[in-house]
């Protein structure tokens, strides 16, 4: 009897990674296990059984990664990356204290192109140590911004930010748009950045400029970035100033709908839980710095019951004080079973979803991360899962979210460019970038 063979050489790529699991979280909790990625030209070509993937590729460069879980790369849905460079700056205080006696008189003072591309640059590497390959970011000055994240060769959604109180970026809501929108002009053929128009808060944007960024999200097709119900004192202010809660007045004013990324969203009735799942509306869950800040416990498990698309954010360095995806999981996936008093909430394949697709759907990236599918984007990482603190491994998604940490991450990938190899950053001068740390730690005190 004849059995046909395929006497066809290997094909050549540029990468072929063997990993002994892998989650690629589309389909939703498939573990794969012995299985291999392909990688050419940026994009992932094949997942497929590593004995198969050994004879039909011929790669370039091949990674054995015998004993690690390969996943897609985290996408940090919410940072102000900048602000690293007040990591401890201002702790142990609520929301309104922190900003308007430390953070905002702090960033009046600081806060110009360098800082801003000194502080993004180290938060990117902080970042990539961690698995964490996108960021949506909202902060001042977002061309300096631009240029720390190519500089790493991260993916960035950056923000074209918006207040109405001047600072050293933009003397008003017209002039921040002005300049957000020709930052995004001069960066139209940069591939890994991308921008959302970010107004910072209901309590700092007037009616007149809401609008007009309805108007510009919808002409530019682009997500809207805003902080919401953060705090009770927020809406109480609301209540008072404009006779509705946040919520109401944003979707009054025409900002509610599939683009709205609601960053915060502590304290909601099940009405305005309805209100986000009616229009598909999304969240950004950010457990540590609503902890920190005692903002509040968001009411995840009731949001993801009824389908809303929640993604996890860090937050700024400056009220974590980690830009830790890892770290989020973690805590989502606890304060999701305290708060419904139900074990079962978000379970941890749920929490790897948050960290990864959740958050690029949220940003319209979907198409292009958040999973390991054929035709994606080559944004990944792997986690080493062989260390003596980490046996017994029943479940190596159960591990992600449970018992590993950031450290435990030993390469990462961007559009298929490796940045960190074997722990350390590819292309990082770490003596450059401690020297600029050291200076701003300086400068900073000497003004405190």
Known sequence: MNTFRDSSPPLEIDQLIDARWIAPVEPENLLLEHHSLAIHQGRIVALLPTAEAQRRYAPREHF??????????????????????????????????????????????????????????????????????????????????????????????????VFEFPSAYGSDAEDYLAKGLETRDALADEPLISFCLAPHAPYTVADKTFERVAVLADQLEAPIHIHVHETEEEIADSLKEHGVRPLERLERLGLLGPQLIAVHAVHLSDAEIDLLVDHGSHVVHCPTSNMKLASGLAPVSALLAK???????????????????????????????????????????????????????????????????????????ALRLDDWALQPCYDPVSHLVYVAGREQITHVWVAGKLRIKDTRAVGLDLDSLQAKCRVWNSVIIGHR
């Open 307 to 381: 389908g809303v698309g929640v993604g996890l954010g860090s937050d700024g360095a400056a009220s974590n004080n980690r830009l830790d995806l890892m770290q989020e999981m973690r805590h989502a996936a606890l304060l999701a079973k305290l708060g419904s008093r139900d074990a079962a909430a978000l379970p941890a394949h749920q929490a790897l979803r948050l960290a990864t697709l959740a958050g690029a759907r949220a940003l319209g990236l979907d198409d292009e991360i958040g999973s390991l599918l054929p035709g994606k984007a080559a944004d990944l990482c």
């Open 64 to 161: 054995a990664l015998s004993e690690h879980l390969l996943l897609p790369g985290f996408v940090n849905l919410h940072t102000h990356a900048a602000m690293t460079l007040l990591r401890g700056f201002a702790d142990d205080m609520p929301l309104m204290r922190w900003l308007t006696e430390r953070i905002w008189p702090a960033e009046q003072r600081h806060v110009a192109p360098e800082f801003v591309r000194d502080g993004t640059l180290l938060a990117c590497w902080e970042m990539l140590r961690g698995g964490i390959t996108c960021f949506n970011d909202m902060y001042f000055f977002p061309h300096a911004a631009a240029e720390a994240a190519l500089a790493a060769g991260m993916r960035a959604a950056l923000g074209i930010t």
